[in-house]
């Protein structure tokens, strides 16, 4: 399957400190997602973007569909404890209807 | 509300037994999808249906089965023949049948143990 190269693998930040993070593919991806899960739970979607150069934004959260259509990018700012968690991106093919899913980026925020 | 609704949250399995893990929606989804997570890595696909009556594999489908005879239901069976069963397993669904721009929404997991 396709593979997605997120980084970082994980982040210790504190408290008010901004968060970037990004996702590379080596296809071209129509729909790009970013999803946050706690532990024990399932993934609950961000945001969802559907167009090359597409920001938008939830929030403190901003992401953003590369203009190559193969990289992602979401920055969160002024981080609070309840950002803790990890943070997966994910992408879908022309064609195709599976979506791909990064490694995930462990979110930990220092008070 | 409308959702997706995986049980049971926690299921242990004897070594060769056959468990199902059951997921449902009330979204009027069109594609459903199964995956799992082992720690400290992301979702991989076991297999996903578009639509009633049909069903694809996924990247890791061996040892798995899965079933779509209502659009509401996909349950997955965990079968003897997965050898390494222990995981967190996550149901996913989205409209369009799972093309046309729509995000995939997850129910919050079912944790498998082999006692």
């Known amino acids: 399957g396709q593979q997605l190269n997120q980084s970082p693998q994980s982040m210790f930040i504190q408290e008010g400190e901004d968060v970037s993070m990004n996702c590379t593919s080596s296809s071209i991806f129509n729909t790009w997602l970013w999803y946050k899960q706690d532990p024990g739970e399932g993934p609950v979607l961000l945001i969802a973007?559907?167009?090359?150069?597409e920001l938008t934004s939830n929030g403190r959260l901003t992401a953003q569909f590369g203009i190559t259509r193969k990289d992602s990018f979401l920055n969160i700012s002024a981080s609070i404890p309840s950002d803790v968690g990890i943070y997966f991106c994910?992408?879908?093919?022309?064609?195709?209807?599976?979506?791909?899913f990064g490694t995930g980026t462990s979110l930990t925020v220092i008070p | 509300d409308g959702g997706i609704t995986q049980s049971p949250k926690y299921l242990f399995r004897k070594e060769g037994q056959n468990v199902t893990l059951s997921c449902e929606q009330n979204?009027?989804?069109?594609?459903m999808y199964w995956y799992r997570q082992d720690p400290g890595q992301g979702l991989r696909l076991i297999y996903y249906?578009?639509?009633?009556?049909?069903?694809q594999k996924g990247d890791i489908a061996e040892g798995y089965s899965v079933s779509r005879e209502k659009k509401e239901s996909f349950p997955l069976t965990v079968t003897s023949a997965q050898k390494n069963p222990t995981a967190f397993y996550l149901c996913?669904?989205?409209?369009?049948?799972?093309?046309?721009?729509?995000?995939?929404?997850f129910g919050d997991g079912t944790r498998l143990s082999i006692l």
């Open positions: 249906s578009q639509i009633v009556n049909d069903f």
């Open positions: 973007l559907y167009k090359a150069g």
């Open positions: 979204l009027n989804h069109d594609a």
């Open positions: 994910a992408g879908q093919l022309d064609t195709g209807n599976q979506f791909y």
């Open positions: 996913a669904s989205t409209s369009g049948r799972g093309r046309g721009n729509q995000p995939q929404h």
